[in-house]
């Protein structure tokens, strides 16, 4: 399989804790983008690397979020101290360096309990 | 005013009618448009993009933009059961900061009978 790897695909976690999910683009993708989407809405972006360089981040992007992308390959989204309503999917998405389409993965569900 | 709108629907057609799903966008710099379906507890899976004024087929697929108007549509020819999805607007300014991201609207939802 070729396209944007995510996992977990799901994960149930108790509020306080901390969970991170991890992305893997297409292969030679060097844009990548995280986004949350909430049951009845369109996806929001959250953050955005080119390569390694974290280039844009999103206001929804509290202090109890932080992204890498290390190697300019996979992306981990990591969120600490959970909130109930932190309970959302969470995508990413990947697109070329002359391509101007995003590809999605296939998203990590988080569950606050 | 949000950036992107969507009527959320639902948009209920028959079998084998013409589905007209509808989104108004408010950056007058978006440069390209996107067209995504999304099944229930799904990723969203794009359908098709446009770039330019007028009309872009695919399939059943037709694209409309109008950007004096800000305006983009989606129409399905032939609509079939297997079309009821959430059908996501998304519009994206390639230029400036804005490094490709999309943009999306709150999705329309489209039932299509038998």
């Known amino acids: 399989d070729t396209g944007v790897s995510q996992n977990p695909r799901h994960k149930i976690t108790k509020r306080g804790q901390n969970v991170t999910f991890r992305c893997d683009p297409i292969s030679e993708h060097n844009r990548l983008y995280w986004y949350r989407q909430t049951l009845g809405q369109g996806p929001e972006f959250l953050t955005y690397f080119q390569n390694e360089a974290q280039l844009e981040k999103s206001r929804l992007l509290s202090d109890r979020f932080s992204a890498e992308r290390p190697k300019g390959s996979f992306s981990t989204l990591e969120i600490q101290r959970t909130e109930q309503g932190d309970s959302a999917m969470y995508l990413c998405?990947?697109?070329?360096?002359?391509?101007?389409?995003?590809?999605f993965g296939e998203g990590s569900w988080l569950t606050v309990v | 005013q949000k950036e992107v709108e969507q009527n959320s629907g639902p948009l209920s057609v028959p079998e084998g009618a013409i589905a007209s799903l509808n989104c108004t966008y408010s950056?007058?710099?978006?440069?390209?448009f996107f067209w995504y379906r999304q099944y229930s507890g799904k990723s969203p899976e794009l359908i098709m993009f446009i770039y330019s004024n007028g009309d872009k087929e695919d399939g059943r697929f037709t694209a409309q933009l109008n950007k004096a108007s800000q305006y983009v549509s989606l129409l399905i020819r032939d609509s079939q059961p297997s079309d009821s999805a959430t059908y996501l607007c998304a519009v994206s300014n390639a230029g400036g900061t804005s490094y490709g991201k999309l943009t999306f609207g709150q999705g329309t939802i489209l039932t299509v009978h038998p």
């Open positions: 998405a990947s697109r070329g360096v002359s391509g101007n389409t995003i590809y």
């Open positions: 950056d007058r710099g978006s440069q390209s």
